[in-house]
């Protein structure tokens, strides 16, 4: 029998119940801006387990983020050293992504992720154990960074591919925007509560911690019970299957714009993170401590807008969010570049972190509810290229043109760009939706 069409296999119209899901949860009444419950996917039972495991998680992670940079910089003295252990751990998101993705739409989500959790479990025991010896060198630093980096790749496709398995549809933009809340707060306590364990106790009991933080969302994953079907694709190749969410982005010009949207920002909206020491300590002559709060500043937007987005969640128009938060991004990133002004700064990237966060998470939302179930672990592959893997590449260009051109200079050319991008889809509407929807 000959193999079915891609079109045929992924139709373009989304099955009706996801279609009539999102417009009754993206058409409010003309004019009102309507709140709903903050925390109500917390209803469900396996969406709380899932978000408290992942927040203690997140929470070790990022204590051991810190911790091991503290580790390297000891060992070396070396920025480029950093760097190059952060390539490490970004390059398998890049090269495993698509791979990831398939696997996620063939197996049980949940088992994986188990398995997931359990090997970066085992690789924080290790950091410790070597720190702990002596024996850490700058060696193993690099092997487990890659080998953390490739567990996380397996991780992402199918962590993003579960959530709407764990809340009904009409809940899923909350439970996405809570999950950007507990992670934008992992970020802000995470270090804060190393470097406390590393004052007091040292910087090996970081990773036992962190070790010990996996043992949570591996609970939390045992317990729940997501609604997974699980497709086969017998009558697929492996190419197929393989290629499947690339196939179904090309046929879908809405898929194509919404991970072009987060590839978009992610590249060009964002490379101030990664310019923000030059920032800190040569435009605006900031210490550690300046900087500390420039980043805490731009987290807190982040935070207070996943919050915000999880408030308003069956009330607002997710395109109309990802083209306003374009032009507001853009226009920040521009006011940034010209801001010597340390205020002015701090209110900028507040500003910063919320538009980035109601962009990605509305891009989100909209993918999950728009893409059918059978493709959709390979469709957020997609998604976590765009958004995790254009990252380095980002700040690569922009570390450059910061080196050539100066910080602010290169920070205001991605603004531009940004603001561009934001315009042509004031411009054209129509990209982020159907064909004849209202959007």
Not at 59 to 72: P, R
Not at 75 to 81: I, P
Not at 321 to 337: E, F, K, N, Q, T
Request: charged share 10%; glycine share 8%.
């Amino acid at each position: 029998m000959p193999e079915p069409d891609s079109a045929d296999r992924y139709p373009v119209q989304p099955p009706q119940d996801a279609v009539t899901a999102e417009a009754d949860a993206a058409s409010p009444p003309r004019g009102i801006l309507r709140r709903v419950n903050t925390f109500e996917s917390f209803r469900y039972r396996d969406f709380r387990y899932a978000f408290t495991g992942s927040l203690l998680s997140n929470i070790g992670t990022w204590m051991q983020t810190m911790a091991l940079g503290w580790v390297v910089f000891d060992l070396t003295g070396s920025s480029q050293a950093l760097g190059f252990m952060n390539a490490l751990a970004g390059l398998p998101v890049m090269v495993l992504s698509i791979f990831a993705g398939a696997l996620a739409d063939r197996v049980d989500r949940r088992k994986m992720l188990i398995a997931v959790q359990a090997l970066l479990l085992v690789q924080a025991v290790m950091f410790g154990v070597l720190n702990q010896t002596g024996h850490i060198t700058m060696a193993w630093i690099y092997a487990l960074s890659l080998a953390g980096g490739v567990a996380s790749a397996f991780m992402s496709p199918s962590w993003q591919a579960m959530t709407p398995d764990l809340v009904p549809r009409e809940s899923l933009m909350n439970a996405i925007a809570l999950n950007s809340a507990q992670f934008n707060a992992a970020r802000l306590v995470g270090p804060m509560v190393g470097g406390l364990v590393f004052a007091t106790l040292g910087v090996t009991e970081v990773f036992y911690v962190n070790a010990a933080s996996f043992l949570f969302v591996i609970w939390a994953l045992s317990v729940i019970r997501p609604r997974q079907t699980v497709h086969r694709h017998d009558d697929e190749s492996a190419w197929s299957i393989m290629a499947g969410g690339l196939t179904y982005a090309r046929t879908h010009s809405r898929v194509a714009w919404l991970l072009t949207s987060a590839a978009m920002l992610t590249t060009f909206g964002t490379p101030y993170t990664a310019l923000m020491p030059a920032l800190a300590k040569n435009t605006l002559g900031l210490s550690e401590t300046g900087y500390s709060m420039l980043l805490a500043a731009n987290g807190l937007g982040a935070l207070t807008s996943a919050l915000l987005v999880a408030s308003y969640s069956k009330t607002i128009r997710r395109e109309r969010i990802i083209r306003s938060g374009y032009v507001v991004m853009g226009a920040a990133d521009v006011g940034l570049a010209l801001s010597r002004s340390v205020p002015l700064t701090v209110g900028l990237l507040v500003v910063l972190g919320a538009a980035f966060l109601a962009i990605i998470s509305s891009v989100n939302t909209t993918l999950q509810v728009y893409v059918p179930s059978e493709i959709r672990g390979r469709v957020m592959a997609l998604y976590v290229l765009a958004f995790l893997g254009m990252m380095p590449v980002g700040a690569a260009l922009f570390g450059t043109l910061g080196e050539r051109l100066g910080t602010p200079t290169a920070i205001a050319i991605g603004g531009a760009v940004t603001l561009a991008f934001g315009a042509l889809l004031l411009l054209r509407p129509g990209l982020l939706c159907d064909e004849g929807q209202r959007c």
